[in-house]
Nanobody, 117 residues
Framework: QVQLVESGGGLVQPGGSLRLSCLASGIIFSINDMYWYRQAPGKQRELVAVITSGGRTNYADFVKGRFTISRDNAKNTVYLQMNSLKPEDTAVYYC???????????WGQGTQVTVSS
């Protein structure tokens, strides 16, 4: 049974930091590309960052310089370090596992991040 479980969300003031974690089980974590997405109320889900199985990273323009994605294959975990948070970063954050050549992706249940004073 495949599970992706996000954690680390919460309420933070503007300018603050949070680190999200996504623990994967039931997949060969090291060969999956791992993604972070987010979805704000009334908006479409959008890509935040990706880290490939080989460790290459890419970021959406709106988080470049503020967020860092990383992975620990020994712990089957992908992280999203979020710094200099803004109110517009408020959303539910989801992780996704994608394996090249596999017909479907796996998603976590999401973790809420709220940036407010």
């Amino acid at each position: 049974q495949v599970q992706l479980v996000e954690s680390g969300g919460g309420l933070v003031q503007p300018g603050g930091s949070l680190r999200l974690s996504c623990l994967a089980s039931g997949i060969i974590f090291s060969i999956n590309d791992m993604y972070w997405y987010r979805q704000a109320p009334g908006k479409q889900r959008e890509l935040v960052a990706v880290i490939t199985s080989g460790g290459r990273t890419n970021y959406a323009d709106f988080v470049k310089g503020r967020f860092t994605i990383s992975r620990d294959n020994a712990k089957n975990t992908v992280y999203l370090q979020m710094n200099s948070l803004k109110p517009e970063d408020t959303a539910v954050y989801y992780c996704k596992a994608h394996r090249n050549g596999f017909p479907y992706d796996y998603w976590g249940q999401g973790t809420q991040v709220t940036v407010s004073s």
